[in-house]
Protein backbone atom coordinates (compact mmCIF):
# COMPACT_ATOMS: atom_id res chain seq x y z
CA UNK A 1 0.00 0.00 0.00
CA UNK A 2 0.60 3.52 -0.30
CA UNK A 3 3.53 5.30 2.75
CA UNK A 4 3.25 9.26 2.78
CA UNK A 5 6.21 10.46 4.87
CA UNK A 6 5.75 13.99 6.14
CA UNK A 7 9.08 16.50 7.45
CA UNK A 8 9.32 17.80 9.70
CA UNK A 9 7.07 16.89 12.60
CA UNK A 10 7.32 20.36 14.30
CA UNK A 11 8.50 23.67 12.75
CA UNK A 12 8.37 27.08 14.62
CA UNK A 13 8.73 30.59 12.30
CA UNK A 14 8.61 34.11 12.73
CA UNK A 15 5.73 35.92 12.06
CA UNK A 16 6.05 37.23 8.38
CA UNK A 17 8.70 34.12 7.37
CA UNK A 18 7.46 31.56 5.23
CA UNK A 19 7.44 27.77 6.30
CA UNK A 20 8.01 24.59 3.80
CA UNK A 21 6.23 21.14 5.04
CA UNK A 22 7.78 18.25 2.81
CA UNK A 23 6.20 14.93 1.70
CA UNK A 24 7.39 11.69 -0.03
CA UNK A 25 5.25 8.74 -1.41
CA UNK A 26 5.30 5.28 -2.02
CA UNK A 27 3.19 4.31 -4.90
CA UNK A 28 3.75 5.49 -8.22
CA UNK A 29 0.03 5.16 -8.93
CA UNK A 30 -1.43 7.49 -7.01
CA UNK A 31 -1.68 11.00 -8.67
CA UNK A 32 -4.01 13.17 -5.97
CA UNK A 33 -2.03 15.21 -2.97
CA UNK A 34 -4.09 16.84 -1.00
CA UNK A 35 -3.08 19.20 2.18
CA UNK A 36 -5.54 19.54 5.38
CA UNK A 37 -4.91 22.12 8.12
CA UNK A 38 -6.26 21.42 11.39
CA UNK A 39 -6.69 23.73 14.39
CA UNK A 40 -6.29 22.47 17.51
CA UNK A 41 -9.18 20.71 18.60
CA UNK A 42 -11.14 20.92 15.44
CA UNK A 43 -11.85 18.72 12.31
CA UNK A 44 -9.10 19.05 9.00
CA UNK A 45 -9.88 20.88 5.70
CA UNK A 46 -8.74 21.01 2.57
CA UNK A 47 -6.47 24.06 1.96
CA UNK A 48 -5.11 23.07 -1.26
CA UNK A 49 -4.90 19.75 -3.27
CA UNK A 50 -2.29 19.57 -6.82
CA UNK A 51 -2.94 16.45 -9.13
CA UNK A 52 -0.55 14.94 -11.28
CA UNK A 53 -0.97 16.75 -14.28
CA UNK A 54 0.03 19.82 -12.64
CA UNK A 55 3.39 21.02 -11.17
CA UNK A 56 2.75 23.92 -8.92
CA UNK A 57 -0.50 25.10 -7.80
CA UNK A 58 -0.87 28.63 -6.02
CA UNK A 59 -3.91 29.95 -3.85
CA UNK A 60 -2.82 33.28 -1.86
CA UNK A 61 0.00 32.61 0.45
CA UNK A 62 -0.18 29.23 -0.04
CA UNK A 63 1.59 26.94 -2.68
CA UNK A 64 1.96 23.23 -3.29
CA UNK A 65 5.00 22.01 -5.96
CA UNK A 66 4.71 18.19 -7.06
CA UNK A 67 7.92 16.32 -8.64
CA UNK A 68 6.26 13.05 -9.52
CA UNK A 69 9.61 11.79 -10.55
CA UNK A 70 11.05 11.71 -7.39
CA UNK A 71 7.78 11.33 -5.93
CA UNK A 72 7.49 13.99 -3.55
CA UNK A 73 5.57 17.27 -2.55
CA UNK A 74 6.18 20.34 -0.62
CA UNK A 75 3.46 22.78 0.75
CA UNK A 76 4.66 26.62 1.18
CA UNK A 77 3.33 29.03 3.11
CA UNK A 78 4.93 33.15 1.95
CA UNK A 79 4.26 35.89 4.52
CA UNK A 80 3.52 33.65 7.85
CA UNK A 81 0.88 34.76 10.19
CA UNK A 82 -0.32 33.84 13.58
CA UNK A 83 -3.55 31.80 12.22
CA UNK A 84 -1.85 30.25 10.10
CA UNK A 85 -0.65 28.14 13.73
CA UNK A 86 -2.11 24.38 13.38
CA UNK A 87 -1.34 21.17 12.46
CA UNK A 88 -0.79 20.36 8.64
CA UNK A 89 -1.28 16.86 6.60
CA UNK A 90 -0.04 16.16 3.60
CA UNK A 91 -2.23 12.77 2.03
CA UNK A 92 -1.94 10.87 -1.48
CA UNK A 93 -4.68 9.26 -3.15
CA UNK A 94 -4.89 6.57 -6.20
CA UNK A 95 -7.86 8.68 -7.65
CA UNK A 96 -9.82 6.53 -9.85
CA UNK A 97 -12.55 8.67 -10.42
CA UNK A 98 -15.28 8.29 -8.00
CA UNK A 99 -14.26 7.32 -4.45
CA UNK A 100 -10.48 8.24 -3.19
CA UNK A 101 -8.62 5.73 -0.31
CA UNK A 102 -6.33 8.92 1.02
CA UNK A 103 -3.20 7.75 3.08
CA UNK A 104 -2.05 10.60 5.00
CA UNK A 105 1.49 11.69 7.03
CA UNK A 106 2.02 12.06 10.29
CA UNK A 107 1.60 16.34 10.48
CA UNK A 108 3.36 18.85 10.96
CA UNK A 109 2.63 21.12 13.80
CA UNK A 110 3.60 24.99 12.55
CA UNK A 111 4.02 27.43 15.22
CA UNK A 112 3.97 30.89 13.95
CA UNK A 113 5.54 33.04 16.70
CA UNK A 114 4.29 36.82 16.78
CA UNK B 1 -26.84 22.35 5.68
CA UNK B 2 -25.17 20.99 8.71
CA UNK B 3 -22.23 19.01 6.95
CA UNK B 4 -20.98 16.37 8.69
CA UNK B 5 -22.33 15.33 12.22
CA UNK B 6 -21.06 12.94 14.72
CA UNK B 7 -22.36 11.41 18.01
CA UNK B 8 -21.21 11.37 20.42
CA UNK B 9 -18.78 13.65 21.04
CA UNK B 10 -17.11 12.32 23.95
CA UNK B 11 -17.49 8.57 25.61
CA UNK B 12 -15.72 7.05 28.18
CA UNK B 13 -16.02 3.15 28.12
CA UNK B 14 -14.85 -0.28 29.85
CA UNK B 15 -12.52 -3.01 28.52
CA UNK B 16 -15.08 -5.36 27.02
CA UNK B 17 -17.74 -3.00 26.58
CA UNK B 18 -19.82 -2.16 22.99
CA UNK B 19 -20.55 0.89 21.39
CA UNK B 20 -21.76 2.47 17.91
CA UNK B 21 -20.79 5.87 16.69
CA UNK B 22 -22.61 7.85 14.75
CA UNK B 23 -22.35 9.70 11.57
CA UNK B 24 -24.60 11.21 8.90
CA UNK B 25 -23.93 14.13 6.27
CA UNK B 26 -26.48 15.83 4.42
CA UNK B 27 -24.50 17.00 1.39
CA UNK B 28 -25.78 14.15 -0.97
CA UNK B 29 -22.27 12.96 -0.84
CA UNK B 30 -21.35 8.83 -2.21
CA UNK B 31 -18.42 8.06 -0.22
CA UNK B 32 -17.65 7.92 3.39
CA UNK B 33 -14.90 7.35 5.18
CA UNK B 34 -13.76 6.57 9.05
CA UNK B 35 -10.20 7.49 10.47
CA UNK B 36 -8.31 7.24 13.67
CA UNK B 37 -6.18 10.10 15.25
CA UNK B 38 -3.19 9.35 17.79
CA UNK B 39 -0.82 11.61 18.38
CA UNK B 40 2.11 11.49 15.78
CA UNK B 41 0.68 9.23 13.69
CA UNK B 42 -1.59 11.24 11.57
CA UNK B 43 -5.64 9.99 10.33
CA UNK B 44 -5.22 6.23 9.63
CA UNK B 45 -8.36 4.93 7.35
CA UNK B 46 -10.41 2.35 9.82
CA UNK B 47 -12.99 1.71 6.89
CA UNK B 48 -14.74 3.59 3.66
CA UNK B 49 -17.93 3.21 1.62
CA UNK B 50 -17.03 3.92 -1.72
CA UNK B 51 -21.31 4.00 -2.35
CA UNK B 52 -24.33 3.13 -0.80
CA UNK B 53 -24.31 -0.63 -0.18
CA UNK B 54 -20.44 -1.31 -0.47
CA UNK B 55 -18.13 -1.31 2.81
CA UNK B 56 -14.29 -1.78 2.54
CA UNK B 57 -11.17 -2.35 4.74
CA UNK B 58 -8.69 0.69 5.40
CA UNK B 59 -5.62 0.57 6.95
CA UNK B 60 -6.42 -0.56 10.32
CA UNK B 61 -9.76 -2.12 10.34
CA UNK B 62 -9.27 -4.68 13.50
CA UNK B 63 -11.42 -4.35 16.27
CA UNK B 64 -14.18 -2.57 14.28
CA UNK B 65 -17.06 -3.19 11.95
CA UNK B 66 -19.09 -0.94 9.95
CA UNK B 67 -22.62 -0.29 8.34
CA UNK B 68 -23.46 2.04 5.70
CA UNK B 69 -27.03 2.27 6.55
CA UNK B 70 -27.92 4.79 3.45
CA UNK B 71 -26.81 7.60 1.57
CA UNK B 72 -26.42 9.63 4.38
CA UNK B 73 -25.77 7.45 7.16
CA UNK B 74 -22.23 5.33 8.11
CA UNK B 75 -21.69 3.89 11.59
CA UNK B 76 -18.75 2.38 13.45
CA UNK B 77 -19.21 -0.32 15.93
CA UNK B 78 -16.82 -1.52 18.59
CA UNK B 79 -17.73 -5.11 19.08
CA UNK B 80 -15.22 -5.77 22.82
CA UNK B 81 -13.57 -2.14 22.99
CA UNK B 82 -9.87 -2.32 24.35
CA UNK B 83 -7.45 0.87 25.73
CA UNK B 84 -5.65 0.44 22.53
CA UNK B 85 -8.69 2.15 20.95
CA UNK B 86 -8.64 4.83 22.34
CA UNK B 87 -8.43 7.23 20.16
CA UNK B 88 -9.94 10.09 18.17
CA UNK B 89 -12.46 9.30 15.52
CA UNK B 90 -13.49 11.39 12.56
CA UNK B 91 -15.79 10.45 9.92
CA UNK B 92 -15.67 11.81 6.64
CA UNK B 93 -17.43 12.08 3.27
CA UNK B 94 -17.00 12.73 -0.49
CA UNK B 95 -18.75 13.79 -3.29
CA UNK B 96 -17.16 10.47 -4.86
CA UNK B 97 -17.40 11.82 -8.15
CA UNK B 98 -15.07 12.82 -11.14
CA UNK B 99 -15.44 16.62 -10.29
CA UNK B 100 -14.52 16.75 -6.85
CA UNK B 101 -11.89 15.09 -4.50
CA UNK B 102 -12.54 16.93 -1.22
CA UNK B 103 -13.26 15.05 1.94
CA UNK B 104 -15.55 16.90 4.79
CA UNK B 105 -14.81 15.94 7.76
CA UNK B 106 -16.88 15.36 10.90
CA UNK B 107 -15.80 17.50 14.48
CA UNK B 108 -14.67 13.98 16.14
CA UNK B 109 -15.53 11.67 18.85
CA UNK B 110 -12.86 11.42 21.77
CA UNK B 111 -13.03 7.68 23.01
CA UNK B 112 -11.31 6.45 26.10
CA UNK B 113 -11.38 3.00 27.05
CA UNK B 114 -10.12 2.30 30.56
Known amino acids: GENVEQHPSTLSVQEGDSAVIKCTYSDSASNYFPWYKQELGKRPQLIIDIRSNVGEKKDQRIAVTLNKTAKHFSLHITETQPEDSAVYFCAASPYSGGYQKVTFGTGTKLQVIP | NAGVTQTPKFQVLKTGQSMTLQCAQDMNHNSMYWYRQDPGMGLRLIYY???????DKGEVPNGYNVSRLNKREFSLRLESAAPSQTSVYFCASSPGTSSSNEQFFGPGTRLTVL
Open chain 2, 49 to 55: SASEGTT
